[in-house]
T-cell receptor
Framework: DQQVKQNSPSLSVQEGRISILNCDYT??????FLWYKKYPAEGPTFLIS?????DKNEDGRFTVFLNKSAKHLSLHIVPSQPGDSAVYFC?????????????FGTGTRLKVLA | DSGVTQTPKHLITATGQRVTLRCSPR?????VYWYQQSLDQGLQFLIQ???????AKGNILERFSAQQFPDLHSELNLSSLELGDSALYFC?????????????FGSGTRLTVV
């Protein structure tokens, strides 16, 4: 049972435009959500997080939106740059507290075209 | 360098064999997590250790086991290997400061079973 789903395996965007990556989840007990970025031959790196008590979190060019009623979150990258080309994973965490065990989606490969 | 060290980077072995993957967490991090990424799959949570004790378990096969030693490094043991065990195995660590901080991942061990 895939509790965290990224239904778009890939996405291509022109440099300077907005990239929108989507993620859906099924477990209403999830209370933290993260986005990770992964380059080839490297481990995933933490990008941005959001708590379930918020609906938006912003960090520079990256903004994450959370819609709890729809069990949906999205990552917006504005403006997109060629260096943003990577695989993006969303991840969700919930009780029991203290484990901080994250469930990851299957990833979306973003290609930013120069 | 993320501060999480995984060895070896690559491993090729035959079916039926046993291997050990090693992880040294970032300095000061007490929690270690193991994830498996098979081809075109997301990161599947295997197991978490906190300060030497098992804290959470995911979809880890009975043929797999892990431990965390007093110096906080961790080992993932995979036995009776099958072709389907070929995957990237990631270790991550965290200071357990809170769910919003996420993990720091190592660069992974690529296991190929032939």
């Amino acid at each position: 049972d895939q509790q965290v789903k990224q239904n778009s395996p890939s996405l291509s965007v022109q440099e300077g435009r907005i990239s929108i990556l989507n993620c859906d989840y099924t477990n209403s007990m999830f209370d933290y959500f993260l986005w990770y970025k992964k380059y080839p031959a490297e481990g995933p790196t933490f990008l941005i997080s959001i708590s379930s008590i918020k609906d938006k979190n912003e960090d520079g060019r990256f903004t994450v939106f959370l819609n709890k009623s729809a069990k949906h979150l999205s990552l917006h990258i504005v403006p997109s740059q060629p260096g943003d080309s990577a695989v993006y994973f969303c991840a969700a965490s919930g009780p029991p507290s203290g484990t901080y065990k994250y469930i990851f989606g299957t990833g979306t490969r973003l290609k930013v075209l120069a | 360098d993320s501060g999480v060290t995984q060895t070896p980077k690559h491993l090729i072995t035959a079916t039926g064999q046993r291997v050990t993957l090693r992880c040294s967490p970032r300095s000061g991090d007490l929690s270690v997590y193991w994830y498996q990424q098979s081809l075109d799959q997301g990161l599947q949570f295997l197991i978490q250790y906190y300060n030497g004790e098992e804290r959470a378990k995911g979809n880890i096969l009975e043929r797999f086991s892990a431990q965390q030693f007093p110096d906080l490094h961790s080992e993932l043991n995979l036995s009776s290997l099958e072709l389907g065990d070929s995957a990237l195995y990631f270790c991550a660590s965290s200071a357990n400061r809170g769910a919003s901080y996420g993990y720091t991942f190592g660069s992974g061990t690529r296991l190929t079973v032939v």
